[in-house]
Structures are given as structure tokens and as C-alpha cells.
């Protein structure tokens, strides 16, 4: 009787583990092929007039240096319409939400406030022109059920500027210069990245006492002793000094266990000691394992948290060695989970288009397997963008969507939103508010980026697969992605001939199987390893039914 049933446990574990093996049809979302959605949050939609002044930010400004009346519930209403979901995004990037300085700087051309987010005057509120923690609550909530994940920007870096409304914080916390010349890795770490921008001093281990601005702040708000209880709290946990690198740590996480956003985007890394980001990841991991502990329902899957870095300048080709000239610094392992890649669309713009594509997927395939790029051709401060007259918008979305790496779509993007305006200075040019009202005179163009997103947002194989190229005449590639029981081969085609075209897909869909050009909406049939069509597109996105 033993034997028998010995016999019938090592059956039905065999036949379980057979149907494990089984494909499944469901995609898995992993990091290192997502679509993120980068957008400036006093920028992007205007969902509450209400709270478009606070702290008398009335002064006037130079031309977009101001605060224009983005915010949080904006971004939800775009949300609940389907707009993310339409172009593919599957992630969402927001400037920093924080509260800024109150005052403004008068440098340059005129006064200029912190609508951009990087000012920080309290790590531990919302600032009012972007709404409440309500609205960020909504907000998460919202995105997840669409199943969108939310990164928030964390700046430990530095504080904000000194103005004639906000207080210098105490020199046990920051230094005032000198500032940095990028000549070494200590004149880029160890000192202030521009003028009157306060440097946090991360590399120290003493222990200091509260800002007193914000005690004074947090006890007119009433939860000056709250505060000090959950610092409290954090310090006896983790046993660290309290040094002021620290005490911002705490407050950013506060966030994934209040809200459960999915990652951070963090600023200025190169600025920082790379021992701060290994202490960042493990807080930032901690706290997304107690949000998931304590929000079993909540959780979209197995994921970790998502740290994805601004390390300025990198570039793919580097690696995993950051190169100071006098120092290389590995900034993934124990820390990034990937970083923005400032190399991308120089590849973009002179090398051929399948030496790009493979160039990428053998990279992410070999030295930095396991870790993602996040891939970008324009942004918020990149003053040399791929297209910044919107003259190329397709070739953008081409280029961007279908290459191997995780895409950072900028706002404005695929509705070709002008990165030229005229009046402005410095990088305020890139931050004009989003052109909704061309959104239909641009509707080709925002079409192509939504068939390119969704095709990208479906197959996790675009962006964490492996690229081979099936043609170079016509241009003919095809994307293989595996993990755990789910397996992805899609098969894409460029600069096609409109009308009748015939495609190989030979060793990736077999003879007589249905097969759909997910950009035409086509369903073919493959018969001796091609596939024919005819479509008006010079484009095929081809995958299985």
C-alpha cells in the first residue's frame, strides 16, 4: 500500500510539474523592458484649479519659470481616461512631489520657482501646488488598477536654494561650496553642483539635531511630536547614526509604505557616495516588503522595488564602470536596479539601425543581464535632444519603442510638443506645458506611438528579449523573451513597401499558424515560413494569436 501510494505522489508530482512547464499566455511585467511615462508634474494637466498659488508665489517670473498649475489629480483624470493605457505605458515618472521652497531665485532673466519639483524645502509633505496625500493616494490606487506602476523622483543630493522666504538649513547638514568643477571624482561628489544650490553632506556619519526650520514648521502643523516619534522609531530600528543622509532616507520611504509606489528615480547620483545608494536600496526594499506584508491585496506581483538612477552622462557602452577619470564606479550592483542612459540617441542617430538593436540586446544579454537602461531621446534637462524641432516624431517612436532596454517616454512626445520656444532660457525651452490642443491636428503621430506602446507594453521580448535579425533587405528582426512558464517571440519588420509584402518568420511561427500585425490589426497565416499582406504601412508588428 505504501509502495502504491509512492507511487501515485512521484504521478501527480510529475504531472504537475508538467503543466507547470506549460506556456502561459499571460505576460509578466518586468523592469527591464517598461514603457515609463516621464512627466513634470506642475506641467502635464491641470485637474484643480484651487491650488494653483500657495505661500504667495505671485511674483512674476521668467517665461516657463513658474508654477502652471499641474498637479495630481490631473494626472489621475488621465489615468482613469485610458490615456496611459492607450500608448502602452505601463510605468509613470513624476517629478518630485515634495514640498519646495516658498520663495523664488532671481538669477538669469527673471524669478524662477520650484515648479520642477528639485527644491526641497520638507521631504515629509506634498507641496500644495501638486495637491494632497490624498490625491497621491488616489492616485497609486488609480495606476495600479490599470495596472500602471508609479515611480516618484527621491532627491538626497542637496536641498533647495536660499531665497528671502527660506532659511539656510544648518551647516552640520549642508555645505555652501566649493562648487563643483567635474574635473574628479571629488570635485563632482564633495561639493555644490551650481551656485546657492546647498549639498547635503551624505558622506558624514555625525549626528545632528532637527533643522530648526523644520521644527518650527512641523509644530505649527501640529505633528512636530509625531515626526520625531516615527524618527525615533527608524533610528532604533536600524541601529544607524543620525546623520542627515539618513534622516532623508527615512522620509522617502515613508512613501512606499504610506502609498506602495513600485520605485524611485533618484537624482544626481554621481554627486553622492555609492555606499549611500546601496543604504538607500536596502531601505527602499524593506519598506516595499512591509507595504507588501501589510497589503496583500494591494500588490500587482513579485516584483522588487525599482531603483533606476540619474547618473549624468552614462552611456550602455560603459557597462557597468562609470568613469570620473580618476575613478570608475559600479553604481548596479547592491544598488541601481538600472540608470537612465544618456548614450541613446547619439546610437540612434549614426549608427545603422540593426547594429543599434544588437549592439543593445547583446550588452543587456551578457554584462548587464539582470539590470535594465532606461532609454530616452528627449527630457526635462537635455538640452541636445534626438528631435527637438518634432520634425522626426516617428522615427522616434520607432527607434525609442523597439529598442532593447526599458523606454522613457517624455511628455509631449507622441504629440510632437515643440522643445523649442522661443523666449526662454536654459531648459525651460524643454518644459512647456503639454499640448493637449494639438493632440488632434497630431493624431497620426500620436497613433504610431500608441501601436508601437501597446505592441511594447504586450511583449515583454521588445525590450528585456533577445534581438536577432531575420532580413537586412527588407529590414526583418525578430525579439525572444522567456521567464519561468512564459514565452514571447515576435517577429518586426521596417521601412517595408506599402501594399503587398511578404515577411519571413522562419524558426519563430510554424506553418499553418495565426499570426496578427498587431499595427495593421491583419490576421495572416504562415505558409512556407512567410507570411503576405496588405497594408497602406511600411511597418509590420507581427504576433501570435
Known sequence: MKLKLSILMCFFALFNCERK??????????????????????RFNNGDNSNDINFERTKETAKLRGFEGGDLK???????????????????????????????????????????????????????????????????????????????????????????????????????????????????????????????????????????????????????????????????RTGYPRAPRFYIMK????????????????????????????EFKKECDYAFSEYKRNNVDKALDDNNFYLVGEVYNYGISAKKAFDFGDKKVNYFDNAFNGLI???????????????????????????????????YFSSHDDGQPFDSKREKPFETATKLLLCPGASQVYYGDESARSLVVEGTEGDATLRSFMNWQ????????????????????????IGAGVHKIISEAPYVFSRHFSKYNF?????????????????????????????????????????NSQVQLKSLYSIVLLEKI
Open 21 to 42: 512547464m506549460e506556456p502561459t499566455l499571460e505576460a509578466p511585467f518586468v523592469w527591464e523592458g517598461a514603457n515609463v511615462y516621464f512627466l513634470l508634474t506642475d
Open 74 to 236: 490631473g494626472i489621475t483624470q488621465k489615468i482613469k481616461e485610458g490615456y496611459f493605457t492607450d500608448l502602452g505605458i505601463n510605468a509613470i515618472w513624476m517629478t518630485p512631489i515634495v514640498e519646495q521652497i516658498h520663495g523664488g531665485t532671481d538669477e538669469g532673466t527673471g524669478v524662477t520657482y520650484g515648479f520642477h519639483g528639485y527644491w526641497t524645502k520638507d521631504w515629509t509633505a506634498i507641496d500644495p501646488n501638486f495637491g494632497t496625500k490624498e490625491d497621491l493616494k488616489e492616485l497609486v490606487e488609480t495606476a495600479h488598477n490599470k495596472g500602471i506602476r508609479i515611480l516618484l523622483d527621491a532627491v538626497i543630493n542637496h536641498t533647495g536654494p536660499i531665497t528671502e522666504k527660506d532659511t539656510q538649513w544648518p551647516e552640520e547638514w549642508v555645505r555652501t561650496e566649493p562648487q563643483c568643477d567635474y574635473q574628479s571624482y571629488e570635485n563632482t561628489v564633495t561639493c555644490t553642483l551650481v551656485k546657492n544650490l546647498p549639498d547635503i553632506k551624505t558622506e558624514s556619519n555625525e549626528s545632528v539635531e532637527l533643522p530648526p526650520q523644520l521644527v518650527e514648521k512641523w509644530k505649527a502643523e501640529g505633528r512636530y511630536n509625531q515626526e520625531v516619534a516615527e524618527l525615533n522609531v527608524f533610528f532604533e
Open 251 to 278: 522620509w522617502l520611504i515613508d512613501y512606499i509604505t504610506e502609498f506602495g509606489i513600485d520605485g524611485y528615480r533618484v537624482d544626481t547620483v554621481k554627486h553622492t557616495e555609492p555606499y549611500v545608494w546601496q
Open 341 to 375: 542612459n544618456f548614450e541613446v540617441k547619439w546610437n540612434a542617430a549614426q549608427m545603422p539601425i540593426n547594429d543599434f538593436f544588437q549592439k543593445y540586446s547583446d550588452i543587456l544579454n551578457s554584462e548587464l543581464k539582470g539590470y535594465s537602461i532606461l532609454n
Open 438 to 461: 494639438e493632440i488632434e491636428t497630431n493624431k497620426a503621430v500620436l497613433e504610431h506611438w500608441q501601436k508601437l506602446g501597446k505592441f511594447r507594453a504586450n511583449h515583454p521580448s
Open 487 to 527: 514565452i514571447d517571440n515576435v517577429v518586426v519588420g521596417l521601412n517595408l513597401p506599402k501594399g503587398q509584402k511578404t515577411i519571413s518568420v522562419s524558426e519563430v511561427f510554424s506553418n499553418g499558424e495565426k499570426i496578427r500585425d498587431a499595427y495593421s490589426g491583419e490576421i495572416l497565416k504562415v505558409k
